[in-house]
């Protein structure tokens, strides 16, 4: 064998070792960052930065194709059911024929590296965790606020108000149609919160010898097919201040009608929260008040709203929100549900929040779906 | 040539351009997410998952002298300036004399691959603009809500109410003793801030026929050295209400008094932001209230904060901090500055914020400094 051939032998072997080192070394990164990505909010919001600084070689011209490809493999990975509308494939178009040969060449050596390390690093999550944030999170966070992942909720912390910004859930009808065999005790006291510092969470000091008791965000009765995330509705992080009448009739059936609707269309995205509302004083002066109770001045909100955004299993045509906004007073028990039916933008005018990611609102701005009668029939 | 010296060639330059090119790409993505913090403070802030993540092949048994060595470059690079107490860097206990090894293996290697790839990807940042979310940030992020990185100054953002939740400025001697040979214009209103959605955003009809003028958190006067920076105090996400007579009299003069400080002790970091503080309505009864002005309903807050933290530059000794609470009236100009010295932990508990990560606190809670009494002679 000639020397020319072994150099020449040597310098693929080398280039080739080379190119699969960075990949492996890439695919690797990629696959630690979604593990981290399904319990960290935040590195899940930063995925476009952090994936489009992975791109390979992080040579400019190869991004076009990472991105897209990264956006396809998060929309396919993480983001499961109807995300029509919300997917973030890749625009055919905007890819040559050649990204497409390089697009097509690292999946496979992508697919090859990825049973070749499954034996080096064996601490990749499966696939349904992979969902966790994603699948509760799919209609993006209305703010970024010191936000808490639960098992059953994403949960943004006001530490000003020691109470939350928003509660979202994903409401499955399998989990509702189930009951979990252990009983379900409801706990005497609510459980403190140890991912919120003592000083910036309620206590139930706070709620003694007040007009109020404390109300879920995330419902536990959504959650009864499972004891632990049952109890975790049950966190200091998911009560507020609630009005007793209000608790027992209106918002009773409103969670209620939230449940008939998963059951109905297969799941539901709900958002829950707190509003601070202004009253007029005079002519042009309007002033915000609320009560604030016990020695960690929780603040008891004027107004709650509720979110629901609802997709159809077997359909997938674009989703359709409902905006609700109730006064937290008591409110006569017969009231309509529809008449507290409120528009979505002066949800987010007053709460500081975006929903749907703002962009994509355009398509969802359909005619909201009036609530069924048969929530009166329930009562 | 035997067949046997060219195989045992082959596999080991195939073995060390792996190695080597899982090298080239985990440092161009280091340096990358390094640009993209530069600009990104929620990246920043997950930085330690991240370089964790890519840590080279993802096994975990090098993982410990990765975080140790990255923890350690994030303190000489990113943080300048006296930070003991606040270095993130490796203890050498922890460290054993193989990993020291394997450390200085892999420095040298990231060198000659920081040499050898300069041509490949040269969109690094210089070393100074690498400092700027870690150089003004370097006592951490008293919240993570909607933030904002200026030339200047960092901000989060309270779309709730339309105005900052704090404003983090490094006021350094070099700006205040020079001037921008340029003349420095007033702006005759203050200028929209195009990263803030409008329905979240104050503009000028709202400060029209009320009580109240627009205040500068950060303040202009502090970045007089540079017509850019000036201007950008003037941006409406860093404008509160504020009483007249407090902006004129007392807050000038809280602001003259951290130039002193600026200018005696080299550099101080500033946060400065509103408060809503609860009033007792009866016994046992507490309630927040303030004013709302405007369509925008931008709230006036009841009172504000500015905690200053001072590092000697000759003396690497702790910082010292000191927090003044001062109310959103007017107050009596010839106060003394000292009666509106304020425990730290009330503000964090009345402002909903963290101050120093909350874990170094132990290490700071020095007894304050008095501030000097020149600060009257300057009225």
């Known amino acids: ?85 919300f997917s973030e494939g890749q625009d055919p178009g905007s890819v040559s ?17 990825s049973y070749m390390t499954l034996s080096v690093a064996q ?73 919120i510092p003592a000083t910036f969470s309620a206590n139930m000091r706070d709620f003694k010898n007040t007009d109020w008791v404390g109300g879920h965000m995330a419902s536990p009765q959504n959650y009864k097919c499972d004891s632990v995330k049952f109890l975790e509705a049950y966190k200091f992080s998911n009560i507020v201040p609630i009005n007793r009448g209000l608790k027992n009739h209106i918002w009773f059936r409103l969670e209620n009608y939230v449940r008939e609707m998963a059951l109905e269309y297969g799941s539901v995205h709900v958002y829950t929260g707190p509003m601070f509302m202004p009253q007029r004083i005079t002519f042009r002066n309007w002033s915000v008040r609320y009560h604030v109770m016990g020695m960690n001045t929780v603040a008891v909100p004027t107004h709650f709203f509720k979110i629901i955004i609802r997709e159809d ?33 002066d949800i987010e005018h007053f709460a500081g929040l975006k929903f749907c990611d703002g962009q994509q609102r355009d398509q969802l701005d359909l005619p909201v779906r009036a609530p069924s009668m048969s929530d009166l029939q329930n009562d």
């Not at 999946?107 to 590296?113: D, E, G």
């Not at 990749?124 to 209305?142: C, D, N, R, S």
Request: include cysteine; charged fraction near 20%; glycine fraction near 6%.
């Open 1 to 85: 064998m000639s020397t020319y051939v072994a150099v020449a032998l040597c310098a693929i072997s080398g280039v080739s070792c080379f190119i699969i080192g960075a990949l492996v070394q890439q695919h690797l990164s990629f696959r630690k960052i979604k593990s981290v990505m399904v319990t960290d909010p935040y590195v899940y919001q930063c995925r476009r930065q952090i994936f489009s600084s992975l791109a390979m070689f992080g040579r400019s011209s190869e991004k076009l194709t990472t991105s897209a490809e990264t956006g396809h493999s998060i929309s396919g990975e993480l983001e499961p059911g109807n995300s029509r509308g």
């Open 97 to 113: 024929t050649f990204d497409h040969f390089v697009l097509w060449g690292r999946t496979t050596a992508q697919k090859a590296i």
């Open 123 to 195: 601490n990749g999550h499966p696939q349904e965790k992979l969902e966790h944030v994603a699948g509760i999170m799919k209609y993006g966070f209305p703010g970024m606020d010191d936000i808490h992942v639960y098992k059953n909720f994403v949960l943004s912390y006001d530490r000003r108000n020691r109470i939350a910004h928003w509660v979202c859930e994903h409401v499955r009808d399998e989990c509702l149609m189930s009951r979990d065999q252990r009983t379900l005790n409801k706990p005497n006291a609510y459980i403190a919160d140890t991912a």
């Open 313 to 345: 299993r077997f359909n997938s045509e674009l989703p359709i929100m409902e905006g609700y906004v109730v006064p937290n007073t008591y409110v006569d028990k017969d009231m309509d549900l529809r008449s507290f039916l409120s528009d979505i933008r």
